[in-house]
């Protein structure tokens, strides 16, 4: 096993955000974190990375609890990929991927040809090579996603953690992150994405979890919670959802009484 979540709970002041919440991910899956806005997706991998300390349970990497490692060593298991980054210094886009060697090494030490060469293989795998001298924020959204995952490919390591890494992409783009991650999943990577798009965790997930009001509502394959009951009690309205291609695209589409309202 390589990520699981036991219990976790954490709260802001009195507001409980995260009420006891469990879950695991091998190495190999694609889990999608589903729920909409502000129902504790962010705070929940802020606690599975060790930068909120939860007020009860925790998460366990190969078996060790993440509150007992130093953040290099975390570094080696686990990359993050936010939702949306923007650089304060002007570094371009292969400075950008380099940054994910950091924990190979020294705190003295600078990125050498091996790194180089991992940051470059990167770029080269996601098709963005010829960015590689571009500023990074002068680039297009999509692209900047792209290239955090190339980043997290450099840094090696075997969990990747994603933010709505498609959230404010464009359809096409949207499909090439998808791609992106399915494929690292299918190379052995455990990859964990936070989501409120039905559709898309349907399509891309081996497991799906909907987190609801702090808690989980539902967790299993794609075709047990992707389902009229508990997406309408997710998003609080009625729901059809719409099987496609023998099963394996769902849609989802308001029901009649909310089409229109």
């Not at 899956?29 to 909409?36: A, H, R």
Request: glycine letters at 12%; charged letters at 25%; aromatic letters at 6%.
């Amino acid at each position: 096993m390589s990520v699981e979540v036991r219990d976790l709970r954490f709260s802001y002041g009195r507001r409980e955000v995260l009420k006891g919440v469990s879950f695991s991910a091998e190495y190999g899956e694609f889990l999608s974190i589903l729920g909409p806005n502000g129902v504790g997706k962010s705070t929940l991998f802020r606690c599975m990375l060790g930068t909120l300390s939860p007020a009860g349970g925790g998460t366990w990497v190969d078996g060790r609890p993440v509150a007992g490692m130093k953040p290099a060593e975390l570094a080696r298991k686990i990359a993050y990929i936010p939702q949306s980054h923007n650089p304060v210094f002007h570094f371009t886009v292969l400075e950008m991927v380099l940054m994910g060697t950091a924990a190979q090494l020294g705190r003295f030490s600078v990125p050498g040809p091996k790194q180089r060469r991992l940051a470059e293989e990167a770029l080269e795998r996601l098709g963005i090579a010829g960015l590689r001298d571009r500023s990074y924020g002068g680039i297009s959204g999509g692209e900047r996603q792209l290239t955090l995952i190339a980043r997290a490919i450099a840094q090696q390591a075997n969990i990747l953690l994603m933010d709505e890494p498609s959230a404010s992409l464009d359809f096409g783009n949207r499909i090439r992150i998808m791609d992106a991650a399915r494929q690292l999943a299918g190379e052995g990577c455990c990859v964990i994405q936070s989501t409120h798009d039905p559709d898309q965790a349907y399509r891309c997930s081996d497991k799906v979890l909907a987190l609801y009001n702090g808690s989980v509502l539902a967790f299993g394959s794609p075709k047990e919670t992707v389902c009229r009951e508990v997406i309408s009690a997710l998003y609080g309205m009625e729901i059809e959802v719409c099987s496609l291609r023998g099963d394996t695209l769902r849609v989802c589409i308001p029901g009649e009484k909310e089409a229109f309202r």
